[in-house]
Protein backbone atom coordinates (compact mmCIF):
# COMPACT_ATOMS: atom_id res chain seq x y z
CA UNK A 1 0.00 0.00 0.00
CA UNK A 2 2.86 2.11 1.02
CA UNK A 3 4.53 1.35 -2.39
CA UNK A 4 1.70 2.56 -4.58
CA UNK A 5 1.30 5.81 -2.80
CA UNK A 6 4.32 7.01 -4.15
CA UNK A 7 3.55 6.26 -7.75
CA UNK A 8 2.00 9.78 -7.87
CA UNK A 9 5.68 11.50 -7.30
CA UNK A 10 6.49 9.77 -10.50
CA UNK A 11 4.19 11.43 -12.41
CA UNK A 12 5.53 14.58 -12.31
CA UNK A 13 7.02 15.35 -15.45
CA UNK A 14 7.93 18.90 -16.19
CA UNK A 15 8.68 19.82 -12.94
CA UNK A 16 10.85 16.59 -11.72
CA UNK A 17 13.05 15.52 -14.17
CA UNK A 18 14.20 12.48 -12.13
CA UNK A 19 13.05 10.52 -8.68
CA UNK A 20 14.66 7.61 -6.99
CA UNK A 21 12.45 6.39 -4.52
CA UNK A 22 13.39 4.03 -1.44
CA UNK A 23 10.76 2.49 0.82
CA UNK A 24 11.19 0.59 3.98
CA UNK A 25 8.27 -0.95 6.14
CA UNK A 26 6.90 1.42 8.58
CA UNK A 27 6.96 0.78 12.22
CA UNK A 28 3.27 0.82 13.55
CA UNK A 29 4.27 3.04 16.74
CA UNK A 30 4.47 6.17 14.24
CA UNK A 31 1.09 6.80 13.22
CA UNK A 32 -1.95 9.99 13.87
CA UNK A 33 -5.44 9.38 13.75
CA UNK A 34 -6.79 12.27 11.69
CA UNK A 35 -10.72 11.54 12.11
CA UNK A 36 -10.79 12.21 15.64
CA UNK A 37 -11.56 15.65 16.97
CA UNK A 38 -9.19 17.11 18.82
CA UNK A 39 -5.43 15.59 18.57
CA UNK A 40 -2.05 15.80 20.28
CA UNK A 41 0.61 17.09 17.50
CA UNK A 42 3.14 14.66 17.34
CA UNK A 43 6.20 16.27 18.07
CA UNK A 44 8.68 15.76 15.39
CA UNK A 45 12.52 17.10 14.69
CA UNK A 46 13.25 18.66 11.19
CA UNK A 47 16.80 19.20 11.00
CA UNK A 48 18.16 21.55 7.83
CA UNK A 49 18.87 19.66 5.01
CA UNK A 50 22.93 19.03 4.74
CA UNK A 51 24.64 20.61 1.84
CA UNK A 52 28.23 20.81 0.63
CA UNK A 53 28.69 24.57 -0.28
CA UNK A 54 26.83 27.70 0.83
CA UNK A 55 24.27 27.67 -1.35
CA UNK A 56 23.72 24.35 -0.86
CA UNK A 57 23.04 24.56 2.76
CA UNK A 58 20.76 27.58 2.02
CA UNK A 59 18.13 25.66 -0.53
CA UNK A 60 18.75 22.71 2.62
CA UNK A 61 17.48 25.36 5.39
CA UNK A 62 14.91 26.64 3.33
CA UNK A 63 13.42 23.28 2.06
CA UNK A 64 13.61 21.99 5.65
CA UNK A 65 11.38 25.49 6.88
CA UNK A 66 9.19 25.15 4.12
CA UNK A 67 8.54 21.13 5.30
CA UNK A 68 8.17 22.37 9.16
CA UNK A 69 5.66 25.35 8.35
CA UNK A 70 3.63 23.05 5.81
CA UNK A 71 3.30 20.07 8.94
CA UNK A 72 2.74 22.51 11.80
CA UNK A 73 -0.42 24.58 9.90
CA UNK A 74 -1.94 20.73 9.63
CA UNK A 75 -2.64 20.92 13.01
CA UNK A 76 -0.96 17.83 13.26
CA UNK A 77 2.56 17.87 13.79
CA UNK A 78 4.48 19.91 16.56
CA UNK A 79 7.95 20.89 14.89
CA UNK A 80 10.66 21.08 17.46
CA UNK A 81 13.13 24.09 18.14
CA UNK A 82 16.00 23.31 16.17
CA UNK A 83 18.26 25.28 19.37
CA UNK A 84 17.18 21.62 21.13
CA UNK A 85 18.60 19.32 18.90
CA UNK A 86 21.36 17.14 20.81
CA UNK A 87 22.22 15.08 18.22
CA UNK A 88 24.30 17.37 15.43
CA UNK A 89 23.41 15.78 11.98
CA UNK A 90 26.36 15.61 9.54
CA UNK A 91 26.28 12.73 7.68
CA UNK A 92 22.98 11.99 5.86
CA UNK A 93 24.10 8.21 5.63
CA UNK A 94 24.46 7.30 9.14
CA UNK A 95 21.87 6.53 10.98
CA UNK A 96 20.87 8.57 13.80
CA UNK A 97 21.58 8.56 17.15
CA UNK A 98 17.61 7.72 18.08
CA UNK A 99 18.30 8.14 22.34
CA UNK A 100 19.69 11.95 21.55
CA UNK A 101 16.50 12.67 19.58
CA UNK A 102 13.78 10.56 22.57
CA UNK A 103 15.55 12.90 25.19
CA UNK A 104 13.80 16.28 23.52
CA UNK A 105 10.77 14.09 22.99
CA UNK A 106 10.63 13.21 19.20
CA UNK A 107 8.62 11.11 17.95
CA UNK A 108 9.53 11.28 14.55
CA UNK A 109 12.87 13.13 12.94
CA UNK A 110 13.69 13.71 9.33
CA UNK A 111 17.02 14.36 7.92
CA UNK A 112 17.91 15.51 4.26
CA UNK A 113 20.47 16.55 2.17
CA UNK A 114 21.02 18.87 -1.03
CA UNK A 115 23.29 18.61 -3.68
CA UNK A 116 23.67 21.25 -6.89
CA UNK A 117 24.42 18.48 -9.45
CA UNK A 118 27.12 19.17 -12.55
CA UNK A 119 23.84 20.03 -14.89
CA UNK A 120 22.59 22.81 -12.61
CA UNK A 121 19.66 20.70 -11.62
CA UNK A 122 19.13 20.48 -7.80
CA UNK A 123 19.00 17.05 -5.96
CA UNK A 124 16.94 16.89 -2.72
CA UNK A 125 16.64 13.41 -0.31
CA UNK A 126 15.23 13.18 2.80
CA UNK A 127 14.50 10.16 5.40
CA UNK A 128 11.57 9.96 8.16
CA UNK A 129 12.87 8.04 10.72
CA UNK A 130 10.39 5.94 13.60
CA UNK A 131 12.48 7.73 16.74
CA UNK A 132 11.28 4.57 19.05
CA UNK A 133 11.40 2.19 16.21
CA UNK A 134 14.87 3.23 15.79
CA UNK A 135 13.71 2.53 11.70
CA UNK A 136 13.86 4.36 8.64
CA UNK A 137 9.87 5.52 7.71
CA UNK A 138 10.64 6.61 4.25
CA UNK A 139 13.62 7.53 2.07
CA UNK A 140 13.14 10.25 -1.46
CA UNK A 141 14.62 11.57 -3.65
CA UNK A 142 13.87 14.59 -6.08
CA UNK A 143 15.80 16.21 -9.04
CA UNK A 144 14.52 19.55 -10.35
CA UNK A 145 15.33 22.93 -11.53
CA UNK A 146 16.50 25.00 -8.37
CA UNK A 147 13.64 27.44 -8.82
CA UNK A 148 11.23 24.58 -8.26
CA UNK A 149 13.11 24.22 -4.57
CA UNK A 150 9.60 25.27 -2.70
CA UNK A 151 7.95 22.16 -4.07
CA UNK A 152 10.38 20.34 -3.00
CA UNK A 153 9.44 21.18 0.17
CA UNK A 154 5.59 20.37 -0.34
CA UNK A 155 6.41 16.90 -1.96
CA UNK A 156 8.38 16.08 0.82
CA UNK A 157 5.93 17.53 3.74
CA UNK A 158 2.96 15.33 1.67
CA UNK A 159 5.27 12.11 1.79
CA UNK A 160 5.67 12.65 5.44
CA UNK A 161 1.89 13.33 5.86
CA UNK A 162 0.89 9.54 4.25
CA UNK A 163 3.48 8.01 5.94
CA UNK A 164 2.04 9.11 9.72
CA UNK A 165 -1.61 9.43 9.09
CA UNK A 166 -2.15 7.09 6.09
CA UNK A 167 -3.98 9.85 4.02
CA UNK A 168 -2.80 11.79 0.93
CA UNK A 169 -1.19 14.73 1.87
CA UNK A 170 -2.29 18.53 0.44
CA UNK A 171 0.70 20.55 0.97
CA UNK A 172 1.68 20.58 -3.02
CA UNK A 173 -1.37 22.08 -4.51
CA UNK A 174 -2.17 25.90 -5.73
CA UNK A 175 -5.27 28.22 -4.54
CA UNK A 176 -7.16 30.25 -7.16
CA UNK A 177 -9.50 33.02 -5.56
CA UNK A 178 -10.17 36.41 -5.94
CA UNK A 179 -8.00 39.18 -5.20
CA UNK A 180 -9.88 42.70 -3.46
CA UNK A 181 -7.87 46.05 -3.75
CA UNK A 182 -9.74 49.31 -2.93
CA UNK A 183 -12.22 51.04 -1.31
CA UNK A 184 -15.30 48.83 -0.05
CA UNK A 185 -17.83 50.38 -2.37
CA UNK A 186 -15.44 50.86 -5.54
CA UNK A 187 -13.18 47.33 -4.65
CA UNK A 188 -11.63 46.17 -7.82
CA UNK A 189 -11.43 41.92 -8.27
CA UNK A 190 -8.78 40.16 -10.00
CA UNK A 191 -8.01 36.65 -10.81
CA UNK A 192 -5.29 35.47 -8.60
CA UNK A 193 -3.31 32.20 -7.85
CA UNK A 194 -0.79 31.11 -5.37
CA UNK A 195 0.61 27.89 -3.47
CA UNK A 196 -1.51 26.84 -0.56
CA UNK A 197 1.12 28.05 2.07
CA UNK A 198 -0.03 31.85 0.40
CA UNK A 199 3.52 31.85 -1.51
CA UNK A 200 3.98 32.39 -5.10
CA UNK A 201 1.52 34.84 -5.77
CA UNK A 202 0.35 35.89 -9.48
CA UNK A 203 -1.96 37.34 -10.65
CA UNK A 204 -4.16 36.23 -14.17
CA UNK A 205 -6.10 39.10 -15.00
CA UNK A 206 -5.80 42.41 -14.55
CA UNK A 207 -8.87 43.76 -12.96
CA UNK A 208 -10.04 46.14 -15.71
CA UNK A 209 -13.35 43.45 -15.76
CA UNK A 210 -15.36 41.88 -12.78
CA UNK A 211 -14.37 38.42 -12.11
CA UNK A 212 -16.05 35.82 -10.28
CA UNK A 213 -16.11 32.43 -8.73
CA UNK A 214 -12.90 30.93 -10.35
CA UNK A 215 -12.81 26.87 -10.30
CA UNK A 216 -9.93 24.67 -11.04
CA UNK A 217 -9.97 21.85 -13.59
CA UNK A 218 -9.34 18.18 -12.53
CA UNK A 219 -5.93 18.26 -14.40
CA UNK A 220 -5.04 21.56 -12.20
CA UNK A 221 -4.12 23.12 -15.19
CA UNK A 222 -7.07 25.23 -16.10
CA UNK A 223 -9.32 27.23 -14.38
CA UNK A 224 -13.14 28.19 -15.44
CA UNK A 225 -14.68 31.76 -14.24
CA UNK A 226 -17.24 34.36 -14.99
CA UNK A 227 -15.76 38.06 -16.29
CA UNK A 228 -18.13 40.65 -16.86
CA UNK A 229 -17.15 42.27 -20.26
CA UNK A 230 -19.25 45.55 -21.19
CA UNK A 231 -21.56 44.20 -18.85
CA UNK A 232 -22.28 40.94 -20.23
CA UNK A 233 -21.13 37.69 -17.99
CA UNK A 234 -19.29 35.36 -20.18
CA UNK A 235 -18.08 31.92 -18.86
CA UNK A 236 -14.14 31.45 -19.70
CA UNK A 237 -11.41 28.94 -19.47
CA UNK A 238 -7.89 30.11 -18.52
CA UNK A 239 -5.01 27.94 -19.28
CA UNK A 240 -2.35 28.87 -15.70
CA UNK A 241 0.48 27.49 -17.72
CA UNK A 242 0.11 29.56 -21.08
CA UNK A 243 -1.84 32.35 -20.15
CA UNK A 244 -4.17 31.50 -22.78
CA UNK A 245 -8.04 32.37 -22.08
CA UNK A 246 -11.11 30.64 -24.35
CA UNK A 247 -14.82 32.25 -23.89
CA UNK A 248 -16.73 29.20 -23.59
CA UNK A 249 -20.15 30.65 -24.11
CA UNK A 250 -21.72 33.89 -24.24
CA UNK A 251 -25.15 33.37 -23.13
CA UNK A 252 -28.10 35.74 -23.55
CA UNK A 253 -28.93 35.28 -19.69
CA UNK A 254 -26.44 35.93 -16.49
CA UNK A 255 -24.51 32.77 -15.77
CA UNK A 256 -23.44 31.39 -12.77
CA UNK A 257 -21.21 29.50 -11.08
CA UNK A 258 -19.60 27.27 -13.90
CA UNK A 259 -17.82 23.85 -12.13
CA UNK A 260 -16.18 21.41 -14.23
CA UNK A 261 -17.21 17.79 -14.31
CA UNK A 262 -14.85 15.07 -12.91
CA UNK A 263 -13.43 13.85 -16.03
CA UNK A 264 -13.06 17.46 -17.05
CA UNK A 265 -14.96 17.27 -20.71
CA UNK A 266 -18.16 19.01 -19.75
CA UNK A 267 -18.67 22.25 -17.34
CA UNK A 268 -22.26 22.46 -15.27
CA UNK A 269 -23.52 26.57 -14.37
CA UNK A 270 -26.83 28.02 -13.85
CA UNK A 271 -28.50 30.66 -16.58
CA UNK A 272 -31.01 33.12 -15.25
CA UNK A 273 -34.24 32.78 -17.33
CA UNK A 274 -36.26 35.54 -15.95
CA UNK A 275 -36.96 35.63 -12.28
CA UNK A 276 -35.49 31.59 -12.44
CA UNK A 277 -32.51 30.51 -12.72
CA UNK A 278 -31.82 26.59 -13.75
CA UNK A 279 -28.97 24.27 -14.24
CA UNK A 280 -27.05 23.28 -17.23
CA UNK A 281 -24.50 21.23 -18.33
CA UNK A 282 -21.97 22.25 -21.19
CA UNK A 283 -19.97 19.88 -23.17
CA UNK A 284 -16.20 21.42 -23.94
CA UNK A 285 -16.30 19.37 -27.06
CA UNK A 286 -19.22 19.97 -29.02
CA UNK A 287 -20.85 23.16 -27.47
CA UNK A 288 -24.09 21.38 -26.44
CA UNK A 289 -26.09 22.66 -23.65
CA UNK A 290 -28.33 20.21 -21.51
CA UNK A 291 -31.17 21.62 -19.15
CA UNK A 292 -30.72 19.60 -16.26
CA UNK A 293 -33.58 21.82 -14.05
CA UNK A 294 -36.63 23.54 -15.46
CA UNK A 295 -38.66 25.28 -12.46
CA UNK A 296 -39.71 28.83 -11.71
CA UNK A 297 -37.77 28.77 -8.86
CA UNK A 298 -33.68 29.66 -8.21
CA UNK A 299 -31.71 26.95 -8.63
CA UNK A 300 -28.08 27.49 -8.71
CA UNK A 301 -24.17 26.89 -7.32
CA UNK A 302 -24.14 23.00 -8.53
CA UNK A 303 -20.93 20.21 -7.61
CA UNK A 304 -20.65 16.90 -9.41
CA UNK A 305 -20.09 13.99 -7.30
CA UNK A 306 -16.53 12.75 -7.13
CA UNK A 307 -17.78 9.66 -9.34
CA UNK A 308 -19.80 12.17 -11.67
CA UNK A 309 -22.83 10.50 -11.14
CA UNK A 310 -25.03 12.84 -8.84
CA UNK A 311 -24.94 16.75 -8.90
CA UNK A 312 -25.66 18.98 -5.00
CA UNK A 313 -27.30 22.03 -6.09
CA UNK A 314 -28.81 25.15 -3.82
CA UNK A 315 -32.63 25.76 -4.44
CA UNK A 316 -35.22 27.84 -3.22
CA UNK A 317 -37.87 25.81 -5.04
CA UNK A 318 -39.56 24.95 -1.14
CA UNK A 319 -39.65 28.78 0.04
CA UNK A 320 -36.16 29.32 1.37
CA UNK A 321 -32.04 28.63 0.14
CA UNK A 322 -31.68 24.45 0.59
CA UNK A 323 -29.92 22.00 -0.92
CA UNK A 324 -30.80 19.54 -3.00
CA UNK A 325 -29.28 16.16 -4.65
CA UNK A 326 -29.72 14.67 -8.54
CA UNK A 327 -28.68 12.45 -10.85
CA UNK A 328 -26.66 13.59 -13.52
CA UNK A 329 -29.58 13.58 -15.93
CA UNK A 330 -31.45 15.60 -13.59
CA UNK A 331 -33.49 13.13 -12.66
CA UNK A 332 -34.69 12.09 -9.08
CA UNK A 333 -34.40 15.35 -7.24
CA UNK A 334 -34.64 14.94 -3.48
CA UNK A 335 -33.67 17.83 -0.59
CA UNK A 336 -30.88 16.93 1.77
CA UNK A 337 -30.76 20.00 4.09
CA UNK A 338 -33.47 19.75 6.94
CA UNK A 339 -32.35 22.41 9.22
CA UNK A 340 -32.89 26.06 10.82
CA UNK A 341 -31.93 28.61 8.19
CA UNK A 342 -31.06 29.01 5.31
CA UNK A 343 -28.03 26.55 3.24
CA UNK A 344 -25.96 27.70 0.20
CA UNK A 345 -22.59 26.63 -1.59
CA UNK A 346 -22.73 23.23 -1.36
CA UNK A 347 -19.45 21.32 -2.13
CA UNK A 348 -19.09 17.61 -2.76
CA UNK A 349 -15.96 16.30 -1.04
CA UNK A 350 -13.20 14.34 -3.33
CA UNK A 351 -13.98 11.61 -1.27
CA UNK A 352 -17.36 11.50 -1.88
CA UNK A 353 -18.33 10.94 1.92
CA UNK A 354 -19.19 14.79 2.86
CA UNK A 355 -20.86 17.88 1.18
CA UNK A 356 -20.03 21.24 2.53
CA UNK A 357 -22.10 23.84 2.84
CA UNK A 358 -22.84 27.47 3.88
CA UNK A 359 -25.73 28.20 6.47
CA UNK A 360 -27.40 31.22 7.77
CA UNK A 361 -29.01 31.29 10.77
CA UNK A 362 -30.02 34.09 13.42
CA UNK A 363 -27.73 36.28 11.61
CA UNK A 364 -24.35 34.58 11.48
CA UNK A 365 -22.79 32.32 8.80
CA UNK A 366 -21.47 28.89 9.35
CA UNK A 367 -19.33 26.37 7.58
CA UNK A 368 -20.69 23.17 8.11
CA UNK A 369 -20.89 19.51 6.19
CA UNK A 370 -23.51 16.76 6.00
CA UNK A 371 -23.53 13.56 4.66
CA UNK A 372 -25.10 12.64 0.87
CA UNK A 373 -28.14 11.95 2.27
CA UNK A 374 -28.68 14.95 4.27
CA UNK A 375 -27.51 12.84 7.73
CA UNK A 376 -24.89 14.12 10.14
CA UNK A 377 -25.00 17.49 9.68
CA UNK A 378 -22.10 19.36 11.52
CA UNK A 379 -21.30 23.05 12.23
CA UNK A 380 -17.21 23.43 11.88
CA UNK A 381 -17.01 27.09 12.30
CA UNK A 382 -19.14 29.88 12.25
CA UNK A 383 -18.85 33.85 11.94
CA UNK A 384 -19.99 37.17 10.81
CA UNK A 385 -20.02 36.04 7.43
CA UNK A 386 -18.55 32.87 6.32
CA UNK A 387 -19.16 31.28 3.12
CA UNK A 388 -17.55 29.56 0.12
CA UNK A 389 -16.13 26.39 1.13
CA UNK A 390 -13.77 24.09 -0.73
CA UNK A 391 -11.94 21.21 -0.23
CA UNK A 392 -8.55 19.96 -0.12
CA UNK A 393 -7.96 17.49 -2.42
CA UNK A 394 -7.69 14.72 0.53
CA UNK A 395 -11.26 15.47 1.59
CA UNK A 396 -9.65 16.08 5.04
CA UNK A 397 -9.43 20.35 5.28
CA UNK A 398 -11.89 23.07 3.98
CA UNK A 399 -10.74 26.64 2.98
CA UNK A 400 -13.53 29.76 3.21
CA UNK A 401 -13.38 33.39 3.05
CA UNK A 402 -14.52 35.54 6.15
CA UNK A 403 -15.35 39.27 6.12
CA UNK A 404 -13.86 41.59 8.37
CA UNK A 405 -16.18 44.09 10.34
CA UNK A 406 -15.95 48.20 9.70
CA UNK A 407 -15.85 50.45 7.12
CA UNK A 408 -12.56 49.35 5.97
CA UNK A 409 -13.17 45.67 6.72
CA UNK A 410 -12.89 42.84 3.58
CA UNK A 411 -12.53 38.91 3.49
CA UNK A 412 -10.15 37.18 4.31
CA UNK A 413 -8.88 33.63 4.05
CA UNK A 414 -9.24 30.86 6.33
CA UNK A 415 -8.74 27.04 6.61
CA UNK A 416 -10.54 24.25 9.01
CA UNK A 417 -9.96 20.89 9.31
CA UNK A 418 -13.05 18.79 8.86
CA UNK A 419 -12.96 17.71 12.59
CA UNK A 420 -13.91 21.66 13.41
CA UNK A 421 -10.32 22.53 14.89
CA UNK A 422 -7.05 23.94 14.10
CA UNK A 423 -8.74 26.96 11.95
CA UNK A 424 -6.11 29.38 10.79
CA UNK A 425 -5.90 32.47 8.76
CA UNK A 426 -4.04 32.26 5.03
CA UNK A 427 -1.44 34.69 4.44
CA UNK A 428 -2.56 37.04 1.14
CA UNK A 429 -1.31 40.33 0.50
CA UNK A 430 -4.92 41.86 -0.19
CA UNK A 431 -8.12 41.27 0.28
CA UNK A 432 -9.21 37.74 -0.63
CA UNK A 433 -12.25 35.44 -1.37
CA UNK A 434 -13.86 33.09 -3.28
CA UNK A 435 -11.19 30.33 -3.10
CA UNK A 436 -10.96 27.20 -4.95
CA UNK A 437 -8.79 24.56 -4.21
CA UNK A 438 -6.43 22.36 -7.26
CA UNK A 439 -6.17 18.82 -6.90
CA UNK A 440 -2.51 17.61 -5.82
CA UNK A 441 -0.41 18.50 -8.73
CA UNK A 442 1.39 16.58 -11.41
Known sequence: MIARSWRRWLALLGLLLGAVIQVLPAAAVLEVDITRG?????????????????????????????????????????????????????????????????????????????????????????????????????????????????RIGHMIADAIYKAVT???????????????????????????????????????????????????????????????TNGKPRVYIYNIETGQREIIGTFPNMSFAPRF??????????????????????DLRTRALRKLTDTPAIDTAPSYSPDGRWIVFESDRDGSQQIYVMARDGSGVRRISFGPGRYSTPVWSPRGDYIAFTKMYKGRFSIGVMRPDGSGERILTSGYHNEGPTWAPNGRVLMFFRESRGPNGGPHLYTVDITGYNERRVPTPNFASDPAWSPLLK
Not at 64 to 70: F, K, L, T
Not at 262 to 280: C, F, H, R, T
Open 38 to 150: RVEPMPIAIVDFLGASERESGFGADIAQVVRADLERSGLFRPLDPASFIEQIRDFNAVPQFGSWRVIKAQALVTGRVVLQPDGRLRAEFRLWDVFAQKQIVGLQFVTTPRNWR
Open 261 to 282: SPDGQKVIMSLQEGGASNIYEL
Open 166 to 228: GEEGYFDTRIVFIEETGPKNKRIKRLAIMDQDGYNLRRLTDGRTLVLTPRFSPNAQEITYIAY
